[in-house]
């Protein structure tokens, strides 16, 4: 069984107490080190906890995940054992998204929900991804994850690199390639106040594909755009987070809401 603390790892701490705690489901292939440039921001009154997958950093010794019922499972379970009585934002971006999502519908089930769920930089579940990598071979794959801007070329030349990642890298492809819903509900089934956010520059996940989530999510406006590309949550943490805390800065006044 996956533990709390093995899948919940804080990674930002404000530097005044936090009225609000992020929880954030990285993009497939992140680890850790893809999020360094959000330690500095303390700043922003907002506690940051990061998921880790199996397969990368303190988890690399367990199989990956290639099912997002799986990671959605497992983290619905450990949110259901916090103690922390501020209201929970849930965060997810790309692959995250899917995680995220899939998350908050188990956690509405069971009356437990978050206080709100932001999805970033991701198609709504009735629709195909872009890019099918996952049966590629390792060098047409890798090739895709470079111009996609997902990892560096050295990636290519790098034999141990390869070794390391690639298991980890094709397993969050066959997972995020294989997590398809179809077709869309008659009625919105999430139920929970939502953020949707679209990089300007985004070519693996058009506008149109994001706010399609609205025919999932009860209370979700049109997507907010943030300047950049699909990295632009790692590459301007700053904008990102910035978004989510003024949308859903009325929570920090009414914390029973």
Do not use: K, N
């Amino acid at each position: 069984m996956t533990t709390t603390s093995a899948l919940l790892r804080p990674l930002v701490t404000a530097s005044e107490p936090a009225a609000l705690h992020l929880l954030m489901c990285p993009f497939a292939g992140a680890s850790r080190g893809a999020f360094r440039d959000w330690h500095p921001l303390d700043d922003l009154g907002l506690d940051v906890t990061l998921v880790t997958y199996p397969g990368r950093d303190h988890r690399m010794g367990e199989p990956c995940a290639e099912c997002i019922d799986q990671l959605a499972d497992q983290l619905a379970d450990a949110i259901r054992t916090l103690s922390d009585p501020r209201p929970l934002l849930l965060a997810g971006h790309s692959m995250g998204a899917q995680v995220a999502f899939e998350t908050c519908t188990r956690l509405e089930q069971s009356g437990t929900p978050p206080a709100g769920l932001v999805l970033s930089g991701c198609h709504a579940p009735h629709l195909g991804s872009r890019r099918q990598l996952s049966h590629l071979g390792d060098q047409a794959f890798v090739e895709q994850l470079v111009e996609i801007g997902g990892c560096g070329a050295e990636l290519l030349s790098t034999p141990a690199l390869r070794a390391l990642f690639l298991p980890l890298l094709r397993a969050d492809f066959r997972a995020t390639e294989r997590y398809r819903h179809a077709p869309a509900p008659p009625s919105p089934a999430v139920h929970t106040p939502s953020l949707l956010l679209h990089g300007s520059h985004d070519r693996e996940a058009g506008r149109d594909e994001v706010q399609a989530w609205q025919a999932w999510l009860r209370h979700a406006g049109p997507p907010v755009t943030v300047s950049g590309d699909h990295f632009h949550v790692t590459r301007r943490p700053r904008a990102f987070l910035g978004q989510v805390m003024h949308h859903f800065e009325s929570l920090t006044f009414y914390p029973d809401r």
